[in-house]
């Protein structure tokens, strides 16, 4: 086909049939493998929905615990690079995880290999669990600098060592809440970061090097790096200037971080979701409930002018909310995200390399041609 005009953002152009994430932009609805967020969310666990994900069905209790032993042997693997990690100066934990995860290669062999035409995708499909525990363990690392968290709760939960290594006094409310929002940042279909791991695999690059593409893309402000903005504007607005703040923002024609969606026109479902959670938490927390009123206030002067824009809170606005009543600060939360959205890149890569074909769009060219070179001195 011949595109006269470039798509901008390649939006709505697609490049596979997929079978993984189903979203209703115009409903505001969520599904990963058939199965609506709402339900997975009342009902599942994050590891049973990394192993839908992944395996495209909900796992027996034998295939849980296989997946589980999977996992903890790629959180073993994580002891092997968190040494070297520790030595490094930077202070990002996302840039900890990605230097983490090239470390790993030599650990972890995860290049697609073929069988005739055919990527194995067998072969990825079993390396996928232990990349997972390898990146939660990275992850947990990354945010604590402590060196022990992953050996002491080595066959934790993960959203149980992702509380250990978050939360300064962990307990199983916190626990719990943090299973849900794992759930519901698992996967979220071809964002620009699933798309950047896309475009690395098919290459046949190791999935190693895919997913350290997805961590560089989702750190970016229009995507994953919302998180963080959410979280230090209800840290830095008092409580009694949000109307100004919001009123100032939209007037000067800003974007509030949060808000508005490439997909959703209405109400981005986990938002709703994790709203319910933030109110639950924050009546019983007082100490912390201030950031909850900041966002009910913010979320309510924003839709008075948004709501006409079909802008609404995403995903990030109420994550954000809801980590910072646990006390996780603004710096730490997007290592959250992609600690769940692993199982969903994981499984968007190697859905594409069952018929991979490399990723190489084009440019329309509209410069000139036929220029003669002249030597410098004219010039
Ligand atoms: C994530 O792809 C994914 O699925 C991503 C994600 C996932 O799970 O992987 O869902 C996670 O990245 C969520 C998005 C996090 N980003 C932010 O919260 C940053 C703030 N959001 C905006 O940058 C913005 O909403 C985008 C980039 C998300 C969408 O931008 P668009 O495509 O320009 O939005 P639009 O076309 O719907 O805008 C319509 C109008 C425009 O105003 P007008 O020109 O018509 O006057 O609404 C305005 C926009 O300027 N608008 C906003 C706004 N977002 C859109 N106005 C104020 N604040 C905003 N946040």
């Known amino acids: 086909m011949e595109f006269r005009e470039p798509i901008p953002g390649l939006e709505n152009v697609p490049i596979k049939y997929t079978k993984i994430t189903y979203i209703d932009g115009e409903k505001g609805e969520l599904y990963y493998r058939g199965y609506n967020i709402v339900d997975l969310f009342n009902n599942s666990t994050y590891e049973e929905t990394a192993y839908l994900l992944l395996f495209g069905k909900l796992p027996s209790p034998h295939d849980l615990e296989k997946f589980k032993e999977h996992m903890f042997e790629g959180r073993r693997t994580a002891l092997e690079v968190i040494e070297e ?28 290999r073929f069988r005739g035409k055919q990527v194995v995708v067998d072969e990825l499909l079993a390396v996928a669990p232990k990349i997972l525990g390898l990146v939660h363990a990275l992850t947990a690392y990354a945010v604590s600098l402590d060196p022990n968290i992953v050996e002491e709760n080595l066959e934790a939960s993960c959203a149980e060592l992702l509380c250990k290594a978050l939360v300064s006094d962990c307990m199983q409310k916190h626990i719990h809440i943090l299973d849900k929002l794992l759930i519901v940042y698992a996967d979220h279909g071809l964002s620009a970061s699933a798309f950047a791991a896309t475009v690395v695999a098919s290459t046949l690059s190791s999935l190693l090097y895919a997913l350290e593409a997805a961590i560089s893309a989702l750190q970016g402000p229009l995507h994953g790096g919302a998180l963080e903005k959410v979280a230090r ?27 508005g969606h490439r997909v959703y026109k209405t109400y981005d479902p986990r938002a709703k979701l994790l709203k319910r959670l933030a109110a639950k938490l924050a009546l019983n927390n007082n100490g912390l409930r201030e950031a909850y009123l900041k966002a009910i206030a913010l979320e309510l002067h924003a839709l008075k002018t948004l709501a006409a824009k079909r802008v609404y809170p995403n995903v990030d606005f109420w994550a954000a909310t809801l980590l910072l009543i646990m006390g996780v600060r603004p710096e730490n939360q997007l290592p959250v995200f992609v600690y769940s959205r692993t199982a969903g890149w994981l499984a968007h890569i190697i859905e594409y390399l069952e018929n991979n074909k490399i990723l190489r769009p084009r440019a329309i060219y509209r410069g ?4 003669k070179y002249r030597p410098l001195e004219s010039r």
């Open 368 to 371: 000139p041609l036929g220029l």
């Open 233 to 259: 504007m209800l840290e830095a607005i008092p409580l009694e200037k949000v109307e100004e703040y919001v009123s100032r923002k939209l007037a000067q024609k800003e974007k509030l971080m949060g808000f």
């Open 85 to 112: 990690v520790s030595r490094l100066s930077t202070e990002n934990a996302l840039d900890r995880i990605k230097i983490g995860l090239i470390l790993a290669t030599k650990y972890v062999d995860s290049w697609p």
